[in-house]
């Protein structure tokens, strides 16, 4: 079409469809709720100011705490179970080459060795989250983060 021939407007259509978000998109909703729900969880012991780090077991600030998780987030089945995620410092997950060692027997510890095979052997199935699988999610760690804020629902 030459350009100097323009085009009318479309007349917008009534009945516009709201774009629903993408799996990624719930995803990362859904990584962001979650980590704040497991660092309110394991600082609610010191009234949400402290915690106790999973892998070196130091007393830090809440400001300096993860979400860290014993296996990879790259493995779907494992990435939203509570036994997998645990109040970290940012050092030990972020740059501790050999914070898993001590993660692995300090959550022996805490759930005990045979939770933690469980754990193992769940992080070996496969998953595919669905949209509305993430959704429910999203809202139920909300709503148990709302708690501990002491929100109302």
Same mark, same amino acid.
Request: positive net charge; contains cysteine; proline residues 3%.
């Given at each position: 079409?030459?350009?100097?021939?323009?085009?009318?407007?479309?007349?917008?259509?009534?009945?516009?469809?709201?774009?629903?978000?993408?799996?990624?998109?719930?995803?990362?909703?859904?990584?962001?709720?979650?980590?704040?729900? /497991?660092?309110?969880?394991?600082?609610?012991?010191?009234?949400?100011?402290?915690?106790?780090?999973?892998?070196? *077991?130091?007393?830090?600030?809440? %400001?300096?705490?993860?979400?860290?998780?014993? /296996?990879?987030? =790259?493995?779907?089945?494992?990435?939203?179970?509570? %036994?997998?995620?645990?109040?970290?410092?940012?050092?030990?997950?972020?740059?501790?080459?050999?914070?898993?060692?001590?993660?692995?027997?300090?959550?022996?510890?805490?759930?005990?060795?045979?939770?933690?095979?469980?754990?193992?052997?769940?992080?070996?199935? =496969?998953?595919?989250?669905?949209?509305?699988?993430?959704?429910?999610?999203?809202?139920?760690?909300?709503?148990?983060?709302?708690?501990?804020? *002491?929100?109302?629902?």
């Amino acid at each position: 079409m030459p350009y100097y021939i323009k085009r009318k407007p479309k007349a917008p259509k009534s009945g516009i469809k709201e774009r629903k978000p993408s799996t990624a998109a719930l995803v990362r909703k859904a990584d962001k709720i979650f980590s704040l729900y /497991i660092r309110l969880r394991d600082s609610a012991a010191y009234n949400y100011q402290y915690f106790r780090c999973i892998s070196c *077991g130091q007393i830090k600030p809440f %400001e300096q705490m993860d979400c860290g998780h014993f /296996i990879s987030r =790259t493995h779907q089945a494992t990435r939203f179970d509570e %036994e997998n995620a645990h109040g970290e410092c940012r050092f030990c997950n972020r740059f501790s080459s050999d914070h898993i060692i001590a993660y692995q027997r300090n959550l022996e510890a805490k759930i005990g060795k045979d939770r933690v095979d469980m754990l193992l052997a769940r992080g070996r199935m =496969t998953k595919k989250w669905s949209a509305f699988e993430l959704q429910l999610l999203i809202k139920h760690y909300q709503q148990e983060v709302d708690k501990m804020q *002491g929100k109302s629902i």
